[in-house]
């Protein structure tokens, strides 16, 4: 029995390809890292600025994940049967993160809405912390964080 | 045998063929890939429902934000993780590199790429482990979070929960990798492939090596960027 596949015929591929998909995934990379640190330096308070950068750098992330897949994992370069029979049980995603976050969503606006000491303890300020001055830190800290909220 | 030989069938699934055009392992192993996408998904879906149900979370650039040998106090937020991702994708390029010599039958490339591959992967684990050793010298561990949330408040130990679990997940498919990545460098080097006529093997064990890269684009985002 010879091995047939063995010598299968691998279109695409090649040096040049490899190198313009490291310099796209390097790229990508890259953008994805300045909108991290310009993020940094924008209040939580604008929320609407923030979450179209989070976006865009989830549009990013979906892009390294289709160039990763299809030429590193030489995905594209197979037959359309192959790649139908990997991609569509995948899109069970697309229902798995809208059903899941919309439904955290809804439990955070239930709890808001519903229980009062949950908003209220999420909206107390905690003295910030000196982090390496003393060695348990862990468990002092929490142990502190409940004198706190017992006092108030 | 002799009759599907002869018979001038071209249909993928008329049998005496492979419908998918690959050999049984490759098929295999993205069957597995795609079982692990789905842990891997589980994982995160669950950590960004939690998230999403949650009044404050940490901010990740208050709580990454150290790299080894920095002065104390240091605030380098991004700067350790992205050295991290760039140590992965080019190990996913030298990756490429060796499967492509195999095609090519070019037992010296493949080996010199197989070892920076290795070297990549442990590379990785070891910024991993000093991450994880400076975290829990802070004070965080499963079951303890000593980070406030972003807006000053008291965090839950639902954050270093879902990181410790999600990257320790992620680690162990590394570390499994370069256990893969180094057996097949001896079979490389003891010329097994070269004896069986192809080097396919070293195909499948790409493949999941550009699949544990796949994962930490995503783990990357969802704990250090968003």
Not at chain 1, 89 to 104: E, M, R, S, T
Request: hydrophobic letters at 45%; one cysteine or more.
């Amino acid at each position: 029995m010879s091995n047939s596949t063995a010598h299968e015929e691998h279109a695409g591929g090649g040096s040049k390809e490899i190198i313009k998909v490291t310099v796209i995934l390097t790229v990508l990379t890259i953008v994805e890292l300045i909108l991290g640190f310009w993020m940094i330096d924008i209040p939580l308070s604008s929320t609407g600025v923030r979450m179209a950068i989070k976006g865009t750098i989830v549009i990013l992330m979906m892009a390294k994940a289709f160039y990763i897949v299809a030429y590193f994992m030489h995905l594209k370069h197979e037959i359309k049967n192959l790649i139908m029979t990997i991609c569509v049980p995948l899109a069970l995603f697309v229902w798995f993160i809208a059903a899941f976050l919309y439904d955290g969503n809804s439990f955070r606006n239930l709890r808001n809405t519903y229980d009062p000491h949950y908003k209220e303890q999420s909206t107390i300020k905690v003295e910030k912390k000196e982090h390496g001055k003393d060695e348990k830190h862990g468990e002092q800290h929490q142990d502190s964080h409940k004198e706190k909220k017992a006092a108030e | 045998m002799a009759t599907t030989a002869t018979a001038p069938i071209t249909k993928s699934w008329s049998g005496g063929k492979s419908p998918f055009n690959v050999e049984y392992g490759k098929l295999m192993m993205w069957y597995f890939l795609m079982s692990d996408a789905f842990t891997f998904g589980a994982f995160l879906i669950s950590y960004g429902t939690i998230r999403f149900s949650t009044n404050g979370w940490p901010d990740p650039n208050a709580v990454f934000k150290s790299f080894p040998f920095a002065p104390e106090g240091a605030n380098a937020p991004l700067v350790f993780v992205s050295v991290m991702t760039f140590i992965l994708i080019i190990s996913s390029v030298t990756m490429v590199l060796a499967v492509q010599a195999g095609h090519n039958m070019d037992k010296k490339k493949v080996t010199t790429n197989l070892i920076w591959t290795i070297i990549g992967g442990i590379a990785f684990l070891s910024c991993q482990a000093w991450e994880w050793n400076h975290l829990h010298h802070e004070g965080a561990w499963w079951g303890s979070n000593p980070f406030l949330n972003a807006d000053g408040t008291a965090s839950s130990t639902n954050f270093t929960n879902y990181f410790f679990t999600i990257t320790g997940f992620h680690g162990f498919h590394v570390f499994s990798g370069v256990i893969i990545n180094i057996i097949m460098l001896i079979m490389t080097l003891t010329d097994q492939f070269e004896k069986r006529g192809h080097y396919l093997m070293i195909e499948k064990a790409g493949l999941y090596w550009h699949f544990v890269d796949l994962v930490w684009v995503f783990v990357f985002t969802c704990f250090y960027l968003i």
